[in-house]
C-alpha cells in the first residue's frame, strides 16, 4: 500500500525543491501558516523561489525565512505589509511582487486545481490591476480574466489529518489552505495530530486525500501578530 | 461641531438593518460594531473565512486558529461558521453581504474610491479591498472630510489609484452624509451639528447635488 | 430579529413563485431532492418555469410532478433518463432541453453564486457542447467559455439546518445543493431536522446561513431509484 | 476465444496502481472493482460527490442519502468523504483522478469517444462522461470490438456524436487491447486467447499502427 506518511518535514520535501520551483503557503498572516514546512524549504537550500501566499510572514517567522535567506525571487500575495526585509528588498529592486486582490488570488488557486485555465470577475475593473488583462462584457458590464493558478509544491497547514490524507481545518487558520492543496503539482501538509484513517467522520473533512500526496505531523509554535482582549467584567 | 470618530461610527451604524451580513473595514469601521442599534441583529462577516465574527477574547481564550482580517484575535458566537477564503470571497464577490463600511484617502463624485496606495510609498497591498467594493450590495465610506493639511478627501476625481469604480453609495465624513442613487450625484442628506452648508461647501471639492 | 423560519413547505414559497420564473432544484436523481418544496412549487401554479436540475425526476415524483402538470418550459440538466413523461413531451416539442455537462453545470451555478459570470473549461471542446460558445487558448490548448447560472428561486435540501439557516449535507445527498444554495436571489431549503443556532460546530457547516432566506423543516419519503444490496455471507 | 465481459474487466482492472484514483463507468467498467489485483489500494471516485466508494449495501443498511453515480445503493469505506458536485468535477476537471474506465459505443483512431447519444434516438444526457474525459489523467475504455451487426466500433473517425476528442490512451476489446502514446496510433500490444491479428484486422476500421 502507498504510504503518504513522512517522519519530518525535511523528509517531506526530500526530492521535490529545486531552484525556480513555484510554491504556494497557506496562511492568512500568521495563522495557518506551513510554519515547519516552510522552514523545511528555507533548509533544502532551493532559490530562485516564485512564493505565492496572501502575506509574506513577517521578519523572521513565516515566509520571512526565506525572504531573510533571499531564496524568494518573486512573491504573489495581496498584502505584505508586516515585513521590513520585504520592503526593503523590494524598494531595492532585488524583489518582484505581483499583487492579486485576495479575492481574485483564492479564486485563481481554486481555479488552477480545479482545472479551470480563465475565469471573468468585476474585482479590479477600472484599477491598475485590470491594466494589460482582457475584458469581456456580460449583460452591459464590464469584467477581466483571470486565469488559474498552480504551483509544484504546495505547502499546507491542517489541524487533524489522517494517513490518507483526508484533512481537517481548525477555525480561520483555514483559510488559504484547501485551495492550494488543490493546486499542486504535489502538495505537502503538516499537520497538528496525525490521525488513524477513519477517525473523522465522512460528512465533515474539508480536503480529501486525493489532493495530498505527504502528510507530517509537526508542532506548531502559532505565533500571534495582533493579541488583542478584553477584559472580564 | 464636528463629528468625532465615534458619532461617524455610530451614524454608519443606523445604516445596518436587522438581518444583514455586514463587512467592516479597519479603523473608523471597526467601531461601528459598538454601536449596533438595539433591536437590530447583524452578523459580521471577516473575509479571511468566517460569519458571526464575535467580540476579542477574554486573555485565557486567545486562540491563534481565530483571528479577523484586521489579524487580531476575536471569538466565536453561537451562530457562527467558518470557511475558505475562495468560498468567502464567493460569498463577497456574489453580492451576498449586504453592506460594506470601509475607510478612504478619497472619494470621487461618481463614487469611485482610493484606499489602497500612495504612489512612491511603500505599497502593502489592496488585501481584501478591491473585492469587497466590486461585489457587496451597498459600500459605505466614513473617512475625515479634509486631509491633514485641509485638502479635500470628497474630490471630483480619485488622484491615486483606484480601489474601484463607481461603488460608494454613501459618505459619511466628520461633516456630514453623502448619499446618491446609481448614476446620480451625491446629495447633502444630514450635516454634523452647527456644521454650515457653506463649510461643507468650502472643503469639498467634489460637485455634488447641493439641493 | 428577523426570521428565516417557515412553518409549511408552502408557506415558504409564499410570494416568490410566477409564471416564466426560473428555479434550481438540488439532487442527484431522487438523491437529496427537495421534494415538498417541488410539490409546493407545483401546487403553486406557477407557469413556464425555466428548471435547471441536473436530472428530471422520475415519472411522479420529484420534478416529474412539474412535468405531469406542464409547468415546466425548460430543463436545464446533465442526464433526464428516467422519466417517460419527460421523453413524451420533449419528443412532442412541448418542452425545451439544454444539456450541459456534469461538471459544467456544477460549475456554472457555482460561479453564479460567486459572482463569476463566465470561465473557460475543456470539457465539451470538439463536442456539440462547444457550437456557438466562444473559446480560447491556454498554453496551446483550446478551451470553451462557459457563463455563471442564477436563478429566482433556488430550491435546496438539507439534512439539518438552524434557525439562522447554516445547513449541514448529508453523505451523497449534498451534490448540487449547496452551490444552488449560494445561486438564488432566494434560496428556500426544506430540512429533515430543523435546530437551534449553536448545535452546530461552526468548523463542519456546509453552507452558512448568508445563502439561505427561508427555511421549513419537512418530511420526506427519500425514494430511492435503484435499491442494490448484497448478501450477508 | 474472444474475451468475456468478465475477462475484460480483469485486463482492465491490471491497470490500476497502488494508490490510484480511479472512476468507473457504468456497466464492464463497473465490474473492475471486482478483480482488482491483490495488494493493489485503490480509492473510487464516484461522480455525484465520494470518494471511497464501498460495496453494495447489506439489505438492512441501505441508505436513501447514499447511492453512486449509477443511482445504486452503495456503502462507505472508513476513508470515505463527501464532497459537493462542484468539488467533485473540480477534481476530475483539475486533472486529480488517475484512471478513468469508460465504455464506448465508438473509439476513433486519434483517440475520440462517443458514447453518450444516438441522433434520432431519446437522448439521455452525457452526465459526467464529458468532464471525465476531459479530466482524468487516463481514460481507458472497455467495449465489444463490433456492434451487434457485426460492424467494427474501432473507426477511423467516430460516427455519432463526440463525447470527447483525442482522450482514449486504451482501449480494451474482447480481442485484445489496444494502446497508443500521445500522437501516435494505437498499436496491438496483447491478444485474447485464440484470437488472430488478421481476425482484428478483419474486424477493425480504425487504421492501427499493426507492427
Known amino acids: 500500500m502507498s504510504n503518504k506518511v513522512y517522519k519530518t518535514a525535511a523528509a517531506a520535501l526530500e526530492g521535490l525543491t529545486f531552484d525556480g520551483m513555484s510554491v504556494m503557503a ?4 500568521l495563522c495557518g501558516i506551513p510554519e515547519n514546512l516552510i522552514a523545511a524549504l528555507r533548509d533544502s537550500g532551493a532559490q530562485n523561489i516564485t512564493a505565492i501566499s496572501n502575506n509574506a510572514g513577517v521578519d523572521g517567522f513565516g515566509l520571512g525565512l526565506l525572504l531573510e535567506t533571499r531564496q524568494i525571487k518573486k512573491m504573489v500575495s495581496s498584502y505584505v505589509g508586516e515585513n521590513k526585509e520585504f520592503e526593503r528588498q523590494y524598494l531595492a529592486g532585488e524583489l518582484d511582487l505581483e499583487f492579486n486582490p485576495q479575492g481574485t488570488l483564492a479564486e485563481r488557486i481554486r481555479a488552477g486545481g480545479a482545472g479551470i485555465p480563465g475565469f471573468y470577475t468585476k474585482t479590479g475593473v477600472g484599477t491598475v490591476i485590470a491594466e494589460g488583462k482582457p475584458t469581456r462584457e456580460f449583460d452591459g458590464e464590464s469584467y477581466i480574466m483571470e486565469t488559474g493558478l498552480t504551483c509544484d509544491v504546495a505547502l499546507v497547514k491542517a489541524w487533524r489529518g489522517d494517513t490518507q490524507g483526508n484533512l481537517q481545518f481548525k477555525k480561520t487558520a483555514r483559510n488559504f489552505n484547501p ?7 504535489v502538495t505537502v501538509v503538516e499537520v497538528d495530530e496525525l490521525v488513524e484513517v477513519g477517525s473523522f467522520d ?9 489532493f495530498v500526496q505527504r502528510i507530517v505531523e509537526a508542532e506548531c509554535e502559532k505565533r500571534i501578530e495582533k493579541i488583542t482582549t478584553r477584559e472580564r467584567a | 461641531m464636528a463629528w468625532s470618530r465615534d458619532d461617524m461610527a455610530r451614524r454608519a451604524a443606523q445604516e445596518l438593518k436587522d438581518g444583514f451580513y455586514v463587512n467592516l473595514g479597519i479603523g473608523i469601521p471597526t467601531l461601528v460594531a459598538n454601536h449596533i442599534p438595539e433591536g437590530v441583529d447583524v452578523t459580521l462577516q471577516s473575509e479571511n473565512g468566517m460569519l458571526g465574527m464575535g467580540p476579542f477574547p477574554y486573555p485565557d481564550e486567545v486562540d491563534a486558529d481565530l483571528i479577523n482580517a484586521g489579524k487580531q484575535t476575536i471569538t466565536e458566537l453561537r451562530r457562527s461558521s467558518y470557511f475558505n477564503s475562495a468560498d468567502s470571497f464567493a460569498m463577497i464577490r456574489g453580492g451576498h ?10 472619494v470621487s463624485e461618481n463614487g469611485d474610491i482610493a ?6 510609498k511603500m505599497v502593502k497591498g489592496m488585501g481584501g479591498a478591491m473585492d469587497l467594493v466590486a461585489g457587496v450590495k451597498r459600500c459605505l465610506v466614513t473617512m475625515d472630510h479634509t486631509n491633514r493639511a485641509g485638502a479635500s478627501k470628497f474630490l ?3 488622484t491615486l489609484p483606484l480601489t474601484g469604480q463607481n461603488c460608494i453609495a454613501m459618505v ?10 446609481p448614476g446620480r450625484k451625491f446629495r447633502v442628506s444630514e450635516l454634523a451639528p452647527d456644521v454650515t452648508l457653506d463649510e461643507v461647501k468650502a472643503k469639498t471639492e467634489a460637485d455634488l447635488n447641493w439641493e
Open chain 2, 172 to 181: 459619511i465624513t466628520d461633516l456630514g452624509v453623502f448619499e446618491r442613487e
Open chain 2, 156 to 158: 471630483k476625481s480619485c
Open chain 2, 115 to 120: 484606499n489602497w496606495m500612495i504612489p512612491g
Open chain 1, 202 to 210: 465522512p460528512n465533515y473533512i474539508h480536503t480529501p486525500g486525493i
Open chain 2, 97 to 106: 453581504i449586504d453592506l460594506s463600511i470601509l475607510g478612504a484617502m478619497e
Open chain 1, 179 to 185: 485551495m492550494m492543496a488543490t493546486a499542486g503539482k
Open chain 1, 26 to 29: 497557506g496562511g492568512f498572516g
